[in-house]
């Protein structure tokens, strides 16, 4: 329960702290001004769909939080089987972590205009996905040949509920990506098409910074890592 408290602490305070510099939390109706003269409320003038993926990341950061507290509460019974975390597990976090830093360098060209390094940013993080993606696949054809079944023991099922779901979210970021690919490759430098190419390459990136960070949390429990975190803090509590 001390990893889940840490989890939303961390997610309710990084979303108060967005929506704060996105100027949601100002208060126009206290301003005043003449008639006829609109007051310089310092809201944000971001796109709505920043604003929407922002909710977004905290709705799937509450839902991950709830895998994380029904696993933390389910490995404390004793019919609890831990299974021997694949190898092949830590290729898929550098994988990972490689397509969230190219997607970063993909926002810092598009800001520039440059876009054959937009391009080349989007490919390789795309890449990178995909090979998280078949490294997880891969990852489960593993257990599932050493006997790790499905449905053999809590802890088997827990964990291939965990790396589906958010396998799912990859998923659904990489259909996003391709847009935002499609759109770097018709190659149109009009204003309208530049601002709304950095806008798509900013929400992708956003989005995959936030698939590393829960992804490294749900590393952290399948390893074990997080109990020995959360046996420090209660001695430190106590």
């Not at 972590?97 to 205009?113: E, G, H, N, T």
């Amino acid at each position: 329960m001390v990893i889940v408290t840490l989890f939303m602490l961390a997610v309710g305070g990084l979303a108060l702290l967005w929506l704060a510099r996105q100027g949601l939390m100002t208060k126009p109706w206290l301003e005043e001004s003449t008639v006829g003269n609109v007051p310089a409320t310092g809201a944000s003038l971001r796109p709505t769909a920043l604003i929407g993926l922002g909710v977004f990341l905290v709705v799937a950061g509450a839902l991950f939080a709830l895998l994380v507290s029904a696993y933390s509460m389910r490995m404390a019974l004793p019919d609890w089987r831990a299974l021997p975390v694949p190898l092949l597990l830590w290729i898929n976090t550098a994988a990972l972590v490689a397509a969230s830093i190219a997607l970063q360098c993909a926002q810092a060209a598009a800001r520039r205009d440059d876009l054959a390094d937009t391009r080349t940013g989007l490919l390789a993080g795309g890449a990178a996905s995909l090979v998280f993606v078949v490294g997880q696949l891969l990852a489960w054809q593993q257990l599932h040949m050493l006997g790790y079944f499905l449905a053999s023991n809590p802890a088997n099922s827990f964990f291939y509920l965990v790396t589906a779901v958010h396998g799912v979210h990859v998923l659904g970021g990489l259909v996003a990506l391709g847009r935002t690919g499609a759109r770097a490759w018709r190659g149109d430098r009009s204003g309208d098409e530049s601002g709304r190419l950095r806008l798509s390459v900013q929400l992708c990136t956003l989005y995959w910074h936030f698939l590393l960070l829960v992804w490294l949390i749900l590393l952290a429990l399948l390893t074990g890592w997080a109990d020995r975190f959360a046996e420090i803090c209660s001695q430190l509590l106590t």
